[in-house]
């Protein structure tokens, strides 16, 4: 069964038709029977739209979730812990936290970020 977690870019990719999304990406959540999206996602597009920095599809994108067939996977006690025995190779605290409830959950993490390349590879603690 392949369930994946959404990057923050790929689900307002994805909810807003974007042309962006990867071919391969969309392939992967179509054929996913689970795809999570995350709290911290939310809240990290909360932040930038309060900033003025979302466009309005994107800012659209906060309060459409519950319309599409995602799952929120909201932030847990694990998920914060786990962040710390991650290495330093991405300074977004947004993005280290999404690595970190997918490894947790053993999700496949969707994103075109190749920053975060470098998590993939890392092993989970046992």
Avoid at 3 to 15: F, G, Q
Avoid at 33 to 42: C, G, M, N, P
Avoid at 112 to 126: M, R
């Amino acid at each position: 069964m392949m369930r994946v977690l959404l990057d923050t870019h790929i689900y307002i990719w994805r909810v807003s038709g974007n042309r962006r999304l990867p071919a391969h990406i969309r392939e992967s959540i179509d054929k996913a029977e689970q795809v999570y999206v995350s709290t911290a996602t939310i809240w990290e597009l909360s932040i930038k739209a309060a900033r003025g920095k979302l466009e309005p599809r994107a800012a659209r994108a906060i309060d459409e979730l519950e319309e599409h067939p995602f799952i929120v996977l909201p932030v847990r006690l694990k998920h914060a812990k786990a962040v710390r025995d991650m290495p330093d190779l991405h300074r977004d605290p947004f993005d280290r936290l999404l690595v970190a409830q997918a490894r947790t959950e053993v999700l496949k993490f969707l994103t075109v970020d190749s920053e975060l390349a470098g998590y993939l590879n890392v092993a989970t603690p046992a």
